[in-house]
Nanobody
Framework: QVQLVESGGGLVQAGGSLRLSCTASERTFSRYGVGWFRQAPGKEREFVGTIPWSGGSTYYADSVKGRFTISRDNAKITAYLQMNSLKPEDTAVYYC???????????????WGQGTQVTVSS
């Protein structure tokens, strides 16, 4: 019954920045870790990064390290994906997900948002 809503997607030129938000429906689900995934047309869904709602260390896919940053605001039950130095290859539908196991695999998440489109132009 965890509902997640992404926002902040859009069009941006290469080198630009976007911040995605993922807000959960209820505070009681703040114990779940949150992951960010993305899926480009014709490609499989891939892991971007994750952050535990309870704190601890974030980690990222190698493809986004140094450019993307995940943060959280527990009072707002929201996780963020700050994307800097965007590249055309970052174009994808971005999903947030929540789960008790979490991690870098989609199987670790039980709840998914609807996705938000990020398009990076040259």
């Amino acid at each position: 019954q965890v509902q997640l809503v992404e926002s902040g997607g859009g069009l941006v030129q290469a080198g630009g920045s976007l911040r995605l938000s993922c807000t959960a429906s209820e505070r009681t689900f703040s114990r779940y870790g949150v992951g960010w995934f993305r899926q480009a047309p014709g490609k499989e869904r891939e892991f971007v990064g994750t952050i535990p709602w309870s704190g601890g260390s974030t980690y990222y896919a190698d493809s986004v390290k140094g450019r993307f940053t995940i943060s959280r605001d527990n009072a707002k039950i929201t996780a963020y994906l700050q994307m800097n130095s965007l590249k055309p290859e970052d174009t994808a539908v971005y999903y947030c997900a929540a789960g008790f196991v979490a991690g870098s695999e989609a199987r670790g998440y039980n709840y998914w948002g609807q996705g938000t489109q990020v398009t990076v132009s040259s």
